[in-house]
């Protein structure tokens, strides 16, 4: 090589000289770098960071993204630093590099954390530059061509991370070429045997039906040319892998997929696009519900067309795609375009606008989630293509993945909402929460000022956002709720050593906080209230003097009181299901906080004897007010309408069924267990009394597991 001559210049041209030069110089610093490193094929290293270079040039991105293709693997696989590119190359270019080199060497629990955090790392920084995601995803484009060099489970896994994360990344960014070739190659690594059959089933067909297919393109150029439509027309070819899902989603044989071929037709204008439609329709029969207006209503991705399926000659169905010039250019290079074509302003303008969005929103989710696990977690969900088209009361349209729910919607619109909702109006009609949205539905969201998010949510939520969301408030509340639960646990534990928190000196809290690792007196509390730490323990140590001893009477007069409302951070348990009336005993359990159980269950014997530390004496409070479950056994004669006359007399004695099951077998008794909500244990025995008196009933049982 010359010495500041890239090797293949010519792929560089659109460059001004002097960028040409700097990269020549980066090739250089990276080709010495790399010195005598080789590839798994053989191949001198420097061939891969050039060949992504090359990739990024055909999207014409500029200098400072190709000098960070060029260097992106010398920080990773060499003795080079950061400081070291950024003092000869400038900071811009060592960011880039920075954010698409891989993981530091960082010890991590396992090869899923590893993974989690270096696609957080991407994504984080892409959010800052989206440069930096379109290094990455040439730079695993051209390791998907070259994969048949590593090793076969190698193979694999880096196949299906690029099926999972990369493919649907491209797409989301409007990247559909990178998107199909990643996704070809994915699957011919993932699948071989059946990559290959599918291939050479689709040549086949291709050369079967080529007579067909280019009458019916004929027809189309001469039907437009008739109705004065200024268009190309040319066949494409469905890609192996859609072919592939689309016999898996339909349970398809190869000889049932008829549309394996396709029309393209680009036209000059938005108006020419509908006109074209209209022709198309003419020439051939349209399949109903087989419309989409992408033009009207663009994919998120900024993607726009028209598609339509008709049936073509000889019945064979034809899908056509209909758009401009500009919606091609759009389609093919996504958010590259703003580099390929910087004279289209006012489209491209939106997708950048979209783009950002969503970037921003990765920023958002990653500060809400802190475990790189539930941070790849989020953002896969959001990476599926398929959508839904829903509607705001005021009209405005809002993108939701296929199976969102009205909860996905308001957290869609704000936060706030989502946390507030109660209930949905779908067209004007009360429905759940959990309701799945369709296209065209109109969405009101109903909100209530003390309403907060269910954890029964997060089974059903779609979007990343809802989901992380959900998780953050639920986090929070746990954490203040615990707090509050640790410092009645600590004010008990020093009320048993004759102190109180008020005595309790500001230095003295400072030095405990210190000492324990704690951030904060909070975080400390937090700690005691979810069983991390022993609020005895904490108590003494706060206590000048550490020979303090406990009081009896002291002990006795620290007993807690139980209201059944403090939230996460005190749990009834379901193994027995305490109620005010009963007798009980409160465990602190690492992570759960406080388990109340009621004094004789015989799940606790065993844990009360070898593990008294864990326990405190624990007492109702009197003016609880709320509705506790309840579970009561009752075995009745098998009758004909006695489920109907128990369930009356529960509900008369003033109580509501919360869940109920029955045994299956046909005998003349049966065994029907309730949880029933009851407000104590005066209340249940009503309950009990009352269905004493119905004839079919046998026996009624409280279990105590």
């Not at 949510?457 to 615990?482: C, D, G, P």
């Not at 109907?644 to 077998?665: L, P, R, Y």
Request: proline letters at 4%.
């Amino acid at each position: 090589m010359a010495a500041a001559v890239l090797p293949d210049s010519a792929r560089f041209g659109y460059l001004k000289p002097k960028d040409v030069a700097r990269l020549a110089e980066a090739y250089r610093f990276s080709e010495a770098a790399h010195a005598g490193q080789t590839r798994q094929s053989g191949d001198p290293y420097i061939s891969h960071p050039l060949a992504v270079a090359e990739i990024l040039a055909e999207w014409h991105l500029d200098g400072q993204t190709l000098m960070a293709a060029l260097l992106h693997d010398v920080t990773e696989d060499t003795s080079v630093t950061k400081d070291e590119i950024s003092d000869t190359f400038g900071k811009p270019v060592a960011d880039l590099v920075d954010g698409v080199s891989k993981l530091d060497r960082i010890e991590f629990q396992s090869a899923e954390d590893a993974q989690a955090e270096n696609f957080r790392k991407m994504l984080l920084a892409m959010a800052r530059d989206v440069r930096v995601i379109l290094i990455k995803l040439a730079d695993r484009l051209h390791n998907m061509r070259t994969l048949s060099a590593v090793s076969p489970a190698k193979r694999r896994r880096v196949a299906r991370e690029t099926m999972e994360i990369y493919a649907p990344i491209a797409n989301r960014l409007g990247l559909n070429t990178l998107y199909h070739e990643l996704q070809e190659l994915a699957f011919s690594h993932l699948y071989p045997g059946r990559y290959k059959v599918l291939a050479k089933a689709t040549s086949a067909a291709r050369g079967n039906r080529r007579e067909m297919i280019g009458k019916t393109l004929d027809a189309i150029k001469r039907k437009l040319a008739e109705g004065g439509i200024r268009a190309e027309v040319f066949g494409r070819e469905k890609h192996v892998y859609s072919t592939y899902r689309k016999m898996i989603e339909k349970h398809l044989s190869f000889s049932e997929v008829h549309d394996i071929f396709g029309a393209r037709v680009v036209v000059e204008d938005i108006a020419a696009c509908y006109l074209a439609l209209g022709s198309l329709h003419a020439l051939y029969k349209p399949i109903p519900g087989k419309f989409k207006d992408y033009i009207a209503i663009p994919k998120a991705n900024g993607y726009q067309s028209i598609h339509t399926d008709l049936i073509g000659p000889y019945g064979v169905p034809l899908e056509v795609q209909i758009r401009t010039a500009q919606m091609h250019r759009l389609a093919e290079s996504g958010v590259a375009s703003h580099w390929l074509y910087k004279d289209d302003t006012e489209k491209l303008s939106d997708l950048q606008k979209q783009t950002h969005r969503w970037l921003q929103s990765l920023l958002e989710i990653q500060n809400q989630s802190g475990d790189p696990q539930e941070f790849l977690e989020h953002v896969k969900v959001d990476l599926f293509p398929d959508e839904v088209y829903v509607f705001t009361p005021k009209g405005r349209i809002l993108s939701l993945p296929r199976g969102a729910t009205a909860v996905d919607f308001a957290y869609a619109v704000h936060t706030d909402i989502g946390n507030r909702c109660v209930a949905a109006k779908i067209n004007g009609e009360l429905v759940a929460l959990r309701t799945e949205l369709r296209n065209g539905d109109r969405v009101e969201i109903i909100t209530a000022s003390h309403a907060k998010p269910n954890p029964g949510w997060l089974q059903y939520v779609r979007t990343a956002k809802a989901r992380s969301n959900i998780r953050h408030f639920l986090k929070t509340m746990q954490y203040e709720e615990s707090a509050g639960l640790g410092e009645r646990l600590l004010e008990q534990a020093l009320k048993a050593l004759k102190s109180s928190l008020a005595e309790v000196e500001e230095a003295t809290w400072d030095r405990v906080i210190r000492d324990g690792g704690s951030r904060s007196r909070e975080e400390l509390l937090a700690d005691i209230g979810l069983g991390k730490r022993l609020a005895a323990v904490i108590a003494r140590r706060l206590i000048k003097g550490s020979d303090a001893r406990e009081d009896p009477k002291g002990a006795a007069a620290s007993v807690m009181t139980i209201r059944g409302t403090e939230g996460m951070g005190v749990q009834l348990a379901t193994c027995c299901r305490p109620i005010p009336g009963d007798a009980i005993a409160g465990s602190i359990k690492k992570g759960q906080g406080l388990v109340v159980h009621a004094s004789d269950c015989a799940s606790i014997v065993r844990s009360r004897k070898k593990e008294p530390e864990q326990w405190i004496d624990v007492e109702w409070d009197p003016r609880t007010t709320r509705l506790f479950e309840a579970a009561i056994n009752v075995t009745v004669e098998n009758q004909r309408g006695v489920l109907a006359k128990v369930a009356s007399a529960i509900a008369e004695a003033g109580s509501n069924i919360d869940s109920i099951t029955m045994e299956e077998d046909r005998a003349v008794f049966t065994t029907m267990h309730f949880v029933i909500e009851v407000a104590n244990r005066q209340h249940l025995a009503r309950v009990m009394r009352a269905l004493r008196r119905l004839p079919d009933v046998e026996t009624i049982v409280r279990p105590r597991e």
